[in-house]
């Protein structure tokens, strides 16, 4: 006589009859302590609290004495933790790294040509703005996600436009990728997934934006721009001929908005979010400034990095591992059992979350299907040591899922 699965008589024995029993995985012994590994906002510092804003000035005007002594100090601790030479102007604008870069370039753009690089969704963002927008004649030069813009064909006598990190893919610019320090162009640089987690080369910038809500935590709605004398140059002796919005205009009657730069702000910021920002470079500072904070990110991208040269079903986003991000790691999924392989990242996804074990760390929309794990300083290294292997459990439990 045949039996079932559970030791049954089958109905009919002229006919075999098979029941396909899901295997329920074994979980792995611990969870991260901190499940959140979003790409942004990204996770606060390690030892953060709801009482680190305790000394925020609420319900005080920005431009009151003890509002622009926060906001200037948010500026001198920028400085100094990221190496910003002294002549150069940071200002803290509205609209998160997105308004801060629309500034740049609509203040900036025009004079002459302009060069746009792509390698990943926001890289693309400015380029239709430039073109759809400002109706600049620009030379595009656009990368699949993956792969990274040969700087040896840009000519920096143009101006040219970039990102450092690209969030979305995971490749950054790499040692390889040479910018010429003398030059007659200007460079713009989103560096948003970059700052804090990088030695950028100022030298070779002259308009860089980000925010406070990628390596160091902070929250959302407020950019930072950093300028160059050859972009302030740029600013005082250039007008672009399209009308510019309040909130972009950082010079009046031909003269440099000093105030900008020095905590008065073009519009109102929170002094909440403002407080948080300066308890982020506060602890940045505790911990040894920019080396340390690069450093905990690389040790971060290395378990990462180890986990994938150990697993034969993963592969980096970036295919090159001189331009893989230290930040914003992106993972495909490489199995022929895979039958749909959205369908496959939402369930790998979905388990994890439910688990409570990572959250937020779909690849973005705009990018291949796969995985993105934030590996900013923010994010404490035991905590990625013990996702790798529920990434694993996840993996298998989403292939037995298609069963």
């Known amino acids: 006589m045949l039996k079932g699965d559970l030791g049954t008589p089958l109905p009919n024995e002229g006919h075999i009859s098979v029941r396909i029993i899901k295997m ?16 942004g906002p990204c996770t606060k510092p390690p030892t953060w609290t709801l009482k680190s804003l305790s000394g925020a000035s609420l319900g005080r005007s920005h431009r009151s004495t003890i ?54 969704s926001f890289g693309a963002g400015w380029i239709t703005d430039a073109i759809t927008q400002l109706k600049l ?49 200007l460079t713009l640089c989103d560096a948003t997934s970059a700052a804090f987690a990088m030695d950028l080369p100022w030298d070779r910038l ?14 959302g709605g407020h950019g930072i721009i950093v300028l160059s004398p050859h972009a302030i140059e740029r600013l005082l002796s250039y007008t672009p001929i399209w009308p510019l919005p309040k909130i972009f205009r950082l010079k009046k009657d031909n003269k440099l908005i000093e105030g900008i730069f ?15 920002y300066l308890f982020a470079l506060d602890w940045a500072e505790s911990i040894g400034g920019l080396p340390a904070l690069i450093d905990r990110s690389n040790q971060n991208a290395k378990v990462l990095n180890d986990f994938v040269l150990n697993t034969p079903w993963l592969e980096f ?43 937020d760390i779909n690849a973005h929309k705009d990018a291949p299907p796969g995985l993105r794990i934030w590996c900013g300083a923010t994010v404490e290294k035991s905590d990625l040591l013990s996702l790798v292997p529920w990434i694993t459990w996840a993996f298998q439990t989403a292939i037995s899922d298609q069963a």
């Open 262 to 276: 020095s905590g008065e702000t073009i519009n109102t910021p929170s002094m909440l979010c403002v407080e948080d």
């Open 137 to 185: 004649e620009a030379t595009i030069k656009k990368v699949n996600y993956g792969k990274i813009v040969d700087f040896n064909f840009v000519n920096f006598d143009n101006d040219v436009c970039f990102t450092w990190n690209g969030t979305t893919s995971g490749v950054k610019v790499s040692s390889k990728s040479n910018i010429p320090i003398k030059r007659k162009g």
């Open 317 to 359: 986003l970036a295919v090159e591992p001189d331009s893989r991000s230290n930040t914003s790691v992106c993972l495909l999924f490489n199995d022929h059992r895979i039958k749909n392989v959205k369908t496959f990242i939402k369930s790998v996804v979905k388990h994890l979350e439910n688990e409570g074990v990572a959250l």
């Open 206 to 219: 002259d308009a860089t934006t980000f925010s406070w809500q990628k390596v160091l935590g902070g929250e």
């Open 67 to 120: 509002g622009k002594q926060k906001l200037q100090k948010a500026i001198d601790l920028t400085r100094k933790v990221l190496r910003i030479p002294n002549d150069f102007k940071i200002g803290i604008v509205p609209a998160s790294d997105t308004g801060a870069f629309e500034l740049a370039m609509w203040n900036l753009l025009g004079s002459r040509h302009v060069e746009m690089l792509a390698w990943e």
């Open 24 to 39: 329920t995985l074994k979980k792995p012994a611990s969870k991260p302590s901190n499940p959140h590994f979003s790409s």
